[in-house]
């Protein structure tokens, strides 16, 4: 069965910094991933995906993901927070042929200024 | 383009009470789920549609849960009776394209619930 592992439950991150958010996944095949943000009280926004192809993924807000095989691995990257980036952070798997996403415990994220 | 609209947004209801929860994809959307996230937990699959059909329902607790999607648009998630550990955040979400490679989901902002 497909699983996903968020290791960091809480990052503190100052603002202007670097931000390196941890995904690791278990799937036999080649998976696809997402990772998705939420804001609190809000439902859950697509950051960025990863099918096939380049193995580095940029998405919105300035976030790109890298697909690392070998390390089953696939770590959300921004060079530079900023305030607005305080939220909750979930990498998920999915299979090809019935969409089901299977979530992390996510990460949340805070920004100290 | 109008988003996954969900209601009612907040519900507080006590044990062995019922509680229905409605869920309005975003139009043209075939593919419609409904996600149960526990706090401090990632969201997981209750149950997936295709049009008004069962794809998988393997996860929803079937002697209090229920749902339904008539006619393949709307759809409504019911809880009866309430146990205190259904407290947790109802997402519905829906795709465009049938499952298959990778199609991008669209959650709604979620349905609180709080049993007492």
């Known amino acids: 069965a497909q699983s996903v592992t968020q290791p960091d439950i809480h990052i503190t991150v100052s603002e202007g910094a670097s931000l390196e958010l941890r995904c690791n996944y278990s799937y036999g095949a080649t998976p696809y991933l997402f990772w998705y943000v939420q804001s609190p009280g809000q439902g859950l926004q697509l950051l960025l995906k990863y099918f096939s192809g380049d193995t580095l993924v940029q998405g919105i807000k300035g976030f790109e993901a890298e697909f690392k095989r070998s390390q089953s691995s696939f770590n959300l990257r921004k060079p530079s927070v900023h305030w607005s980036d305080a939220a909750e952070y979930f990498c998920?798997?999915?299979?090809?042929?019935?969409?089901?996403?299977?979530f992390g415990t996510g990460t949340r994220l805070t920004i100290i200024p | 383009e109008a988003g996954v609209a969900q209601s009612p947004r907040y519900k507080i209801i006590e044990k062995r009470q019922s509680v229905a929860f409605w869920c309005n994809p975003i139009s043209g959307h075939a593919t419609l789920y409904w996600y149960q996230q526990i706090l401090g937990q990632g969201p997981k699959l209750l149950i997936q549609?295709?049009?008004?059909?069962?794809?998988?329902d393997s996860q929803l607790p079937k002697d209090r849960f229920s749902a339904e999607r008539l006619k393949g648009v709307d759809s409504t998630l019911k809880i009866q009776p309430a146990k205190l550990e259904d407290s947790a955040v109802y997402l519905c979400?829906?795709?465009?394209?049938?499952?298959?490679?990778?199609?991008?989901?669209?959650f709604g902002e979620g349905s609180w619930l709080t049993v007492v």
């Open positions: 549609f295709q049009n008004n059909g069962v794809v998988d």
């Open positions: 998920a798997v999915s299979n090809f042929g019935n969409e089901k996403l299977t």
């Open positions: 979400a829906s795709s465009f394209r049938p499952p298959g490679a990778g199609n991008t989901i669209y």
